[in-house]
């Protein structure tokens, strides 16, 4: 039997956390609950039902911000309240909840206090802030804490208070609400005020039951290497030396700024509490937190960066809170360590600056109104205004800065459009992207198709593709910062990356694959690094399939040709250990290394789970941009014929076919208009140690038409001399 007032009625429940006397939220019949759900006249098991007792999830609350005491069974209040009185105003619930979105740049707005400074400002409003004032206070802090010493490297501010007498129970439920509306679950009344000055303030506050800690003092240091805490979600970490931790001279407890101890934790038992409002180095937060997988409140906050000066405050208004609802005595005095203090700024602002830039015609005494309200102290010296920028502001360091929140505060819809000024100017490509452009599209003409990988690479790709301890190549740059080992230093070759897809397309069952990329590696002048390094552009090209070394070396010559680059050399590589010694060659140009190309070595192949031959070669795409011509200068059509003669030579296995077109070129008094191999044949017939070469070499002149006797005697000089400088023997 419910009284709601004007009547008494009959409500058929299940809840079995109701006694004789309880206040409890009613819905009438005809009511609309969250969820569209609506009340009607019913029966259960015969017995007559004229509403329904609600739990705070049916009145719209989420399960995550419920407190534990009510989250089963209907919702009690704590003290009586006019029979009749429509829940909303007893709850709050006839109010907005406005959902905001703050830049990384803000800080101060992950606040109510920091949003309420905004809104102020924008409607031109008088700010009130609480006024904090603790009437009572008793005994000294010095007799519940000896000391607090700190890392001052990564802890730029410790401030404690301590409480007594605490007496640990449910928050009133004005403190509740605000709490559950701002997306927070209330605890008991001391976690609940921690939690309340942060959202109030922005201030995280953290609470240890001071009984629990082995020593009357307070230790921030960096965690040993394996050190353990268990922490209040009752999961064990496992810190490194780069992690923060709050300890009690011996053992942590707490993880600094992301979350407390469970051997420290406040609880029902609790009777004299620390009060901790520190301030933590941003970034050695954000890496804890990342590291550990564990984002709370408190560490959002911190990593985005906290003006150590809120300490203070937040903590004396939780004492004020702490007093106001009677839930201890707050213990005299405080202790602080805070070296470096931080002070505000001044910058100064042109006002013509400011118009320039804006596009407006704003008056100085404008310009500083919207300064003022937005707490930046003005004077004006001169033509100069100087502005204090206060030290929660710490997003304002330049000029630009203050323009840009006299744009925002006067509107920059406001702004009046106005058409662009300035001179056109005819936008071309740089000659080395249209290089860049010319080989791709000619190594695409060739049937290779682009890859982009990541300029970043773990550092065992190098014992992977099996280079040198002392190699040139080990000289790379590690990243401050890594997204995880696999991408924590910057490239010195492209051949990891190559034969990283090469694999991948082999594993998933590709039969062929031919690829090139254009990218940088990242050559540094000198370790540790002291200015930027040095990018170089390489061309990396990689192949498996139906191909050998020489499809390899014909996609190479073709594109250096079309470039315009001839005059090139190849010799023989055989202490690379990535490639194979014998079907591996350097390649020359004016006599300078410019890449390498060839088989990869089969041990490097199976670090890379490839079972079949793979081709790579690596060039120097800068300085194939230097040496490249693309002006095309054409000559007509020749109008005598060419006489085609092949030759099949034998010779030694390590004579390379370079060596044989120069010696051909050389012989060719001028005649000799094109050099192709089609040949190279090594087994039955051929002794072995030699190696059978076949050429087809064009006679022509572009003067007269040539005789046979004529190309026999140049072509018998290149056979002699093959035979003469090379041992070679023409092939019977």
Request: charged content about 30%.
């Amino acid at each position: 039997m419910v009284n709601i007032g004007e009547e008494t009625i009959q409500i058929v429940t299940g809840a079995t956390n109701l006694r004789v006397g309880d206040y409890v939220p009613v819905a009438l019949i005809g009511a609309k609950l969250p969820k569209d759900i609506y009340i009607e006249k019913t029966k259960f098991r015969g017995v007559e039902s004229y509403g329904m007792l609600c739990s705070l999830k049916e009145l719209g609350y989420e399960d995550n911000v419920i407190p534990k005491l009510h989250r089963d069974g209907i919702f009690v209040m704590e003290k009586e309240y006019p029979l009749g009185t429509p829940i909303d105003k007893i709850l709050g619930l006839h109010g907005e909840i406005i959902e905001l979105e703050i830049t990384p740049n803000r800080p101060d707005c992950l606040s109510i206090i920091g949003m309420a400074r905004e809104t102020a400002a924008t409607f031109d409003r008088e700010l009130k802030l609480p006024e904090i004032m603790i009437k009572d206070e008793v005994e000294d802090i010095k007799d519940y804490l000896e000391s607090i010493e700190v890392d001052g490297e990564l802890c730029n501010r410790y401030y404690a208070r301590a409480i007594k007498d605490i007496e640990i129970k449910e928050s009133p439920l004005w403190l509740q609400i605000y709490l559950m509306e701002a997306g927070v679950r209330p605890i008991n009344n001391i976690v609940d005020i921690t939690n309340f000055v942060m959202l109030e303030f922005g201030q995280p506050l953290h609470a240890f039951d001071l009984d629990k800690l082995k020593n009357k003092q307070i230790l921030v240091r960096r965690a040993k290497d394996e050190e353990k805490i268990r922490t209040i979600d009752d999961q064990e970490r496992i810190l490194t030396n780069e992690n923060l931790v709050i300890t009690d001279g011996e053992n942590p407890i707490a993880i600094a700024g992301v979350m407390g101890g469970m051997d420290s934790e406040v609880t029902e038992e609790t009777t004299t509490v620390l009060l901790e409002s520190a301030n933590f180095n941003s970034k050695s937060i954000r890496l804890t937190s990342k590291q550990l997988n564990l984002r709370t409140e408190a560490s959002s906050r911190f990593e985005k960066g906290m003006d150590p000066n809120l300490c203070k405050i937040a903590a004396e208004r939780a004492c004020q809170l702490i007093e106001q609802i009677g839930a201890g005595k707050v213990v005299k005095g405080h202790m602080d360590v805070y070296e470096n203090v931080r002070k505000g700024k001044t910058i100064q602002l042109r006002p013509e600056k400011v118009n320039n830039l804006l596009g407006t015609d704003l008056t100085v005494e404008e310009m500083i109104d919207y300064l003022e309200r937005l707490d930046l102290k003005t004077s004006l010296n001169g033509n100069i205004i100087d502005v204090k920028v206060p030290t929660y502001r710490l997003d304002l360091n330049l000029e630009a800065d203050l323009i840009e929140e006299i744009g925002r505060l006067h509107g920059f819809h406001n702004i009046p459009i106005q058409p662009l000024v300035g001179v056109l100017t005819r936008g071309e490509k740089p000659y080395s992207r249209i290089v860049s452009d010319k080989a791709s599209s000619i190594l695409q003409g060739l049937g290779l198709n682009e890859v982009i990988t990541y300029s970043f690479i773990s550092p065992k790709v190098y014992d992977k593709i099996k280079v040198e301890l002392d190699s040139k190549l080990r000289d790379y740059i590690k990243l401050i910062n890594p997204l995880g080992e696999d991408y924590s230093v910057m490239r010195t070759t492209l051949i990891p990356n190559m034969l990283d897809i090469l694999s991948r397309n082999y594993n998933y069952g590709v039969k062929e694959c031919f690829l090139y990329e254009i990218g940088n590696i990242f050559i540094p002048k000198e370790l540790p690094l002291n200015e930027l390094p040095k990018e170089e552009k390489t061309l990396s090209i990689g192949m498996y399939g139906n191909v050998d070394f020489y499809d390899l070396k014909e996609v190479v010559v073709t594109l250096l040709g079309r470039l315009g680059i001839k005059d090139l050399e190849y010799i023989k590589e055989d202490k690379n250990p990535t490639f194979h010694p014998n079907r591996t060659g350097n390649l020359l140009l004016k006599r300078e290394k410019i890449g390498v190309l060839g088989e990869i070595h089969m041990d490097v192949l199976e670090n890379y789970d490839i079972e079949t031959r793979v081709y790579i070669a690596q060039l120097n795409f800068d300085t194939i941009v230097k040496e490249a011509i693309l002006d095309k200068k054409y000559r007509p059509l020749p109008k005598y014929p060419a006489i085609l003669r092949d030759i099949a030579v034998v010779v030694d296995s390590n004579v390379l076919v370079g060596d044989l077109e120069k010696i051909i070129l050389e012989n060719g008094e001028g005649l000799v208009e094109k050099v192709e191999l089609f040949d190279v044949y090594e087994g039955k017939q051929i002794d072995e140690g030699k190696k059978s070469i076949a050429f087809s070499i064009v006679y022509r002149s572009f003067e007269r038409t040539l005789k046979d006797e004529e190309v026999n005697i140049v072509h018998q000089r290149i056979i002699e001399d093959l035979e003469n400088r090379l041992d070679a023997k023409l092939r019977g």
